[in-house]
């Protein structure tokens, strides 16, 4: 069973923040130690992109991870592999049972064709990526495919691609371990024109620390 009590995962914790709704977050977790991402309220879409720390040219490849699984969604066990075929991270625990990462990020422009032109001046995760990432000398170039934690896209028999009611309950997380030092960027989705985030963004939380020695 997944472990709650964060002083059983965790042996040392060097940051425990929560993230505001509708807001981005960043930060570096070293090799080895466990970043875990708790829905607190539920039904809350978090956009993440990952970046070696040492190189962002290496990045998160939505395409090289699905391609080295075999499978659709990320879920426990699940490995995300870089655009060089590095494994930047694995998800080690997770309680929402499965992960998206076809959707990609809502944008202000990506609103106004989904939702009308009403919606353009809406903030989008796509911004929030941009405003993140130009703290470490990035543009929007740099901005690549990401995962959607806690997202529910279901695949439908034609191919098309449903965002649906998120999955998760009040306190799921999920647990992702360093396999080289990684810079996590995270986009707490602000998005209310569909139900990924129940159409009312919540908090979340963010833990970074060494895990308990088993």
Known sequence: MPEYDISK??????????????????GVVRKGQVLRIIDLESQQAVDALFYNAHAYHERYSAQDTLVNQGAAYIGKGGRLFSNEGNVLMTVVEDTCGRHDTLAGACSCESNTVR??????????CRENFLLEVEKYGMSKRDIVNNVNFFMNVPIMQNGELVIDDGLSAPGGFVDLRAEMDTLVVVSNCPQVNNPCNGFTPTPIRVVIGDPVSI
């Open 9 to 26: 995962v965790f042996s040392t914790i060097t940051l425990d923040q929560v993230v505001a709704a509708r807001v981005p977050w960043s």
């Open 115 to 124: 939702f009308g032109h009403e919606t353009k001046y809406m903030h989008a």
